[in-house]
């Protein structure tokens, strides 16, 4: 006998047996399949994947198809591109009944999370195990399988437009199946995707009319059809306490509720295939709908073809991956390119757009893109400072609580000014902007960051995070770094050295002063930085308000900068002590280490409130993007020879196998310190993808830039 469905919401029992699930590995041209053999549920469960679409917008969810966190969802639109983002569809409730002689059979292929009475995790309904294969490229599929019947789910997301679309494909109906149906219940909320929601709160009502309905919640608006089905209200349209373990590993609430206004019908004649089309769109009108990767296919092809990644299946992952992070902002009334952080929860941060605008946008071909993004910065400038990111919420406002935005900012003018044939947008706008960073610098501007005597830069106060390891919580600063910081004066001195070559026609003067000013500088980063007891550069320097000096020999990895840089302050022995000892402390297989595992501040796990989190967040855990200073870093202290290329492509090879791990296509954010090193934080990260890229085409072109 056939196994029988439970209905939906009734079971609450424990999980069923262990499942198999085959992940395709024979893909169409022009994107990559990724995944792995499950064995298990919670395999599958953990096992996540994303889709973006060009605006802010995206899709993710989990290998079983069941949401584990706040920010899953079918369809997360962007209200305001490339923020605001709101979860416009959770999942779907899809039931198909069988009229069969003896006895109707309802079969249910999609489920949720509960916890049981004794806090215990199980899904609902607990139903066999249907699963067969998961494939991931730009669209996402489930091929599910009860019997005879196959029942398969595609996700579209319409590129670069506020919607998606859900496929079902139906075979394996035969005569014994008369009255089929198959039956769609959408669960919405409409709510801001860092948050939860509930009944008491939700404020939500719905139009239901033929074949859509249209969920609203304030002065949002969700509109869902289905062509050739019927819609008719929900008479108990709540689902309640839907559990979501992963928020509850980061100590976050972990219960919500979620809203399902109507059922879509649709009667199934005995056929050799059915074909039902959903769509999902923001505002009041539906979307048509989009069953075909095509579009998104013609975006990457130029990328592809630039990368010569036809047939090489890494570059086809990697060039996905990175075209994950390119979206739109509209600055000053312009509609301009700019680089989403991670996803799910970041936005477009300075600091991380410029490094990884190099690998994203340069190294792939996307010089118009490049510019725009620069300019989206530039014109957003303030007090010689880039905003350190955007307001989620507010169009006009930015943040600039940041001491190396700026210099990240030059550094990829620069790359740009020597990458790209596009000596006028230098000329016009890009050297002056950059220049402008360089002045602030000189002369001082917000949050003390000015250069001192000794031609270094000095910053901030105890009570501020103004470097990238800016993690607090609570009002403690878990990794003060105020004063002169080692890689904000290495990037200081980069691009000094690089905007004299630069402007040295255009604008003598200014490259005159600062070439006066490179020699001032490599002298005090000597003195200031150098550890002769372990032949490595210190973290940092500072003085208190009593006029004592002080030194942070914490032996961390931003002093790689000092010898991965194009123009670096220190001579190339040093550089290469610097890397033996970032080499012999902090390497792993997935990026660098923030503290060495002998520091009595190492903290190796991950996990925890934000609070425990923030605290391990650059105490010991790993950063991908790392890899890409740290592998450059060798080749240039290696000269670029046959040996430095290899070890710069050994230490990056762990991370081209983990496209294909747990983000599926994507890079994580970070892992934790203590083996095997567990991702954890955004599942796509921009610079943990820009970088791996860069270095990949770095060995290839096996010469400094």
Known sequence: MEPVATAVGLTMEGLTQPMTTHVASQVPQLWSSHGQDVTDLQSAIEQEWLLANGTGAYAMGTVAGMNTRRYHGLFIAATHPPVGRIVALHQVIERLTLGRRKARQSIEFSANLFQDEKGRQVRSPDTPDLLRRFRKGCYVQWDLRWGKITFVRQLFLHWREQAATLRYVIRGLDASDAKASLTLGPMLSLRDFHSLCKTSQAGLHADISDDRLTARRGDLSVCVQCAGATCRPNSDPWWYNIYLPADAQRGEQALEDLYVPGWFDLELQPAAEHELLMTVSLGDEPADPCSTDQPRQAHLQPILDHLHAADDPTKR???????????????????????MAGYPWFADWGRDTFIALPGLLLETGRFDEARDVLRAFAEAIHGGLVPNRFDDYDDTAAHYNTVDASLWFVHAAMQYRLTADDPQSWHDWLADAALTVIDAYIRGTDHGIRMAGDGLITAGSAQTQLTWMDAAC??????????????????????????AELVAETHREQADHFNRLLGRIRRSFAKVFWNDALDCLVDHVWTDDDGNDHIDRTLRPNQIFAASLPHSPIPRTKQTQVVDVVREHLLTPFGLRTLPATDPNYHGVYAGDAFARDKAYHQGTVWPWLIGPYAEAVLRVGRFSAKAKAEAQAVIDPLLRQLTGPGLGQLHEIHEGDPPHRPAGCIAQAWSVAEVLRIVRLIEKGCEN
């Open 317 to 339: 992952t990697l060039a996905t991956a990175t075209d994950d992070f390119v979206v739109d902002r509209t600055i000053k009334g312009q509609t301009l390119r700019t680089i």
């Open 474 to 499: 609570g009002g403690i600063v878990f990794t003060p770094r105020h004063g002169k910081a080692v890689e904000i004066n290495a990037l200081w001195y980069h691009v000094l050295a690089g905007m």
